[in-house]
């Protein structure tokens, strides 16, 4: 008899031959499912053997994982509340991580639910702080009774608060200072989880615009984006009060 997810069917071994005293009959098992042997006997005297079972499991199914409501295609600014639903039929065991790639792993409570052929872990919207947005990776992997094992993995952002800002430290030994000329480059770096639609440099000098001379290298860093604002030292060459100002709007809005 096989049992699987509830259903039961029968298996014969065909038809054995009475006139023989030692008797052998095999059939190739492979279908995953809980088998059941039962073997009795007659003997042509009447005389009844007592019943022999054997049970046994084959499983040639790998456990099954879904990770939901959070994709590495979007930056999330409102709910996150990322899902991990796995299956198995002979589930045995499961491991999940929440880490992050740009800080250390904070604390993001969740509720799991588990029973005898898998579960899932849902976890509440993590908290609006500045200090949540960042890149995360959600892995979980599952193991079965007879070995078989599934891992999956997704990356998502969460960006609620958008871009950060970091002046160099030479820059700003120079803030509400004064000085008889500017020795070096004003560099400002911006940082953002998603990255910028658009952004724009603007420099004041006694409350009128000016041009100023500025270059912008864009990069990565532990998978945020950057963008490097440096005005060169020249553009503040004439006697003035200067006010420097960097606007952006990021991919999914933040300004």
């Known amino acids: 008899v096989k049992e699987f997810d509830g259903k039961k069917s029968n298996i014969t071994f065909g038809e054995i031959d009475p006139d023989k005293e030692n008797y052998t009959k095999s059939r190739k098992i492979n279908g995953t499912g809980t088998y059941t042997v039962k073997i009795t006997a007659i003997d042509k005297a009447g ?5 022999k079972t054997l049970t046994f499991t084959i499983d040639n199914d790998a456990p ?29 065991s499961r491991e999940i ?34 200090e949540n947005d960042g890149i995360y990776t959600l892995t979980c992997e599952v193991t079965d009774k007879a070995g ?54 603007t420099v004041m000098q006694d409350g009128m615009d000016v041009e100023v001379d500025t270059y912008t290298n864009t990069g990565t860093e532990n998978g945020w984006k ?11 060459s004439s006697e003035g009060v200067y006010d420097i100002n960097i606007t952006s709007v990021d991919s999914v809005g933040n300004f």
């Open 148 to 201: 078989n094992s599934t891992k999956e993995s997704k990356t998502f952002k969460v960006n609620r608060f958008g871009s950060v800002y970091e002046i160099s430290n030479e820059s700003k030994k120079i803030n509400d200072t004064y000085m008889k000329k500017m020795n070096d480059e004003i560099v400002i770096t911006e940082k953002n989880v998603t990255g910028l639609k658009e952004y724009e440099v």
């Open 64 to 92: 099954e994982i879904e990770i939901t409501d959070v994709s590495i295609e979007n930056g999330y600014k409102s709910t996150v509340a990322p899902k991990v639903t796995y299956r198995d039929s002979y589930f045995e």
């Open 47 to 51: 005389n009844i053997a007592k019943p």
């Open 97 to 130: 991580t929440l880490s992050r790639t740009d800080k250390k792993d904070g604390e993001i409570s969740y509720k799991d639910s588990k029973n005898e052929k898998g579960g899932s872990r849902v976890y509440n919207d993590f908290k609006k702080i500045r």
């Open 226 to 236: 950057t963008y490097k604002y440096n005005l060169y030292r020249n553009s503040f």
